[in-house]
Structures are given as C-alpha cells and as structure tokens.
C-alpha cells in the first residue's frame, strides 16, 4: 500500500508542476492576446518575459524561445509578427509534456 501512495504521490506532484506551468503558461498567454488592445505594450512584454521563463523552467525551450521573440517583436512594434510568435508559443503549451493521469492507483 505505500508503494501505491508514493507512486501516486509523484503522479500529482508532477501533474502540480505541469499546471504551475505549462498551463499557467498558456492561459496568460491567451489572456494577454485575447485583451492585447486594454494593455500597454509594457504590460505585455512584463508578461511574456514572466511566460517565457515558465516555459524555459519546466524545459520547454522551443516555447520560450517564440515567447521571447515576441518580447522583441513588441519592441520592435510589429505587431502581426508578435501575434503570430505569440500564438506559436501557445500552441507549443499546447503540445507540451501533458501528463496522464493513472486512474488504477487507489489510496484509501
């Protein structure tokens, strides 16, 4: 029985991690997008910096990286091209290492 609670123990501890960020991650980014008009570009790249280290925290480096072009595309006021490095770095969330959770592990 306390193998089963270790196990299990990890499995949530990892899938934490992942939501800590990943998917914290991934929501901000979709937040700053979708209300990018409200927010000035300050705002924006604070945000992206604080994202692409999340990203880059929990290894995923191809995200951060688009994120951190973003910031430079904000800077650089291209627009369009901050969009679309901004929704690559989603869509790279998206596919990161999302765990899957065991549904056979009981722990009473």
């Known amino acids: 029985m306390e193998i089963s609670r ?3 123990r990890k499995e949530v501890l ?3 991690k992942y939501v800590k ?3 914290m991650a991934r929501e901000l980014c979709l937040l700053v997008r979708s209300n990018r008009a409200v927010l000035d570009p300050q705002d924006v790249l604070e945000i992206c910096l604080y994202i692409s280290n ?3 925290e929990e290894g995923c ?3 951060g990286d688009l994120c951190m072009k973003a910031v430079n595309a904000i800077n650089s006021k291209n627009e369009q091209k ?3 490095l901004c929704a690559q770095s989603c ?3 998206g596919e990161a290492k999302r765990p899957t959770p065991k549904k056979t592990d009981y722990v009473s």
């Open 91 to 93: 869509v790279k969330c």
């Open 61 to 63: 480096d191809e995200a």
């Open 54 to 56: 999340k990203c880059k």
């Open 6 to 8: 270790k196990k299990l």
């Open 14 to 16: 990892k899938r934490i």
């Open 82 to 84: 901050y969009l679309d």
């Open 21 to 23: 960020t990943c998917v």
